[in-house]
């Protein structure tokens, strides 16, 4: 079995948010019912508070760094349209996909659209436009998705989805094919699998681990977004990461990209 890494950009800049959405508030009101429950110090609640005022929400060159250290092949999906709290204008993120590029690392889209064809080709050709890729992957934002969503994506001409996901267990499916398109479910997802204490979330992680190999899966998919690896405001998150990393490696498991999946997938066809 394989490890397949994966990052969702979905904040760039805190001016992204500023009178466009309530990522800030929301944040602050969890922030504070944590702090008073106990799961966060008076510390890390006062850098979640003043994090508005940082340069960058994104982590992409600090997680770059560490990914690239243990020759993670990871891939980072940057939105292309404003919604739902992915709130960066699609021009801001071209800097940061070429920068991706640059290292090595791959890029897809984060997605918006689940149910209009025109919409989906539309989000398909700006990233196009913007990465100068002509294949390229999708994963849908908050995993969203219906009957028809993953078929349509297929038409649309992606290479690959990975945006089917249990978000009340894990579950592991193996990878299959729509068409053209390959459909990578994803099997665990940091912000569902983090909301328990990190001992908690590393027993879940080993014991989905083990199941997956028990079951003859070839790949394992792991999500872990970028603006998470910021060791003041998420130091368990970022601990968390840095621990699946290293657990990956101390029992020899390979880390893969989807593109090269797809490649050991179309040769076994």
């Known amino acids: 079995m394989k490890i397949i890494i994966s990052h969702d950009v979905d904040h760039l800049y805190p001016s992204d948010h500023f009178l466009k959405d309530l990522i800030f508030p929301k944040l602050w009101i969890r922030s504070l019912i944590e702090f008073c429950k106990g799961e966060i110090n008076l510390q890390i609640f006062y850098y979640r508070l003043v994090s508005i005022f940082n340069k960058r929400l994104t982590c992409i060159p600090e997680i770059i760094e560490f990914d690239k250290k243990f020759a993670i092949p990871s891939v980072f999906f940057f939105g292309v349209d404003i919604l739902l709290g992915l709130s960066y204008k699609k021009k801001a993120s071209e800097p940061w996909i070429k920068l991706v590029l640059e290292k090595g690392f791959d890029a897809g889209v984060h997605g918006i659209e689940i149910e209009n064809s025109k919409r989906m080709q539309k989000e398909f050709n700006d990233f196009k436009a913007i990465s100068n890729l002509n294949s390229f992957g999708i994963r849908i934002h908050y995993v969203r998705y219906n009957s028809t969503t993953f078929s349509k994506l297929a038409d649309v001409g992606y290479l690959f989805d990975t945006s089917e996901l249990n978000k009340k267990a894990i579950e592991l499916k193996p ?16 912000t569902y699998i983090t909301q328990y204490k990190l001992e908690i979330t590393k027993d879940l992680t080993i014991k989905a681990i083990m199941e997956a190999e028990k079951r003859g899966l070839q790949y394992f998919t792991f999500l872990f977004h970028d603006d998470f690896f910021n060791g003041k405001t998420y130091p368990e998150k970022k601990s968390y990461y840095e621990w699946f990393v290293n657990y990956c490696r101390s029992h020899n498991y390979a880390f893969i990209s989807y593109k090269e999946a797809i490649v050991e997938l179309e040769r076994n066809l």
Do not use: N
């Open 175 to 190: 990878s299959y094919k729509i068409g053209k398109m390959w459909e990578f479910p994803l099997h665990i997802m940091d």
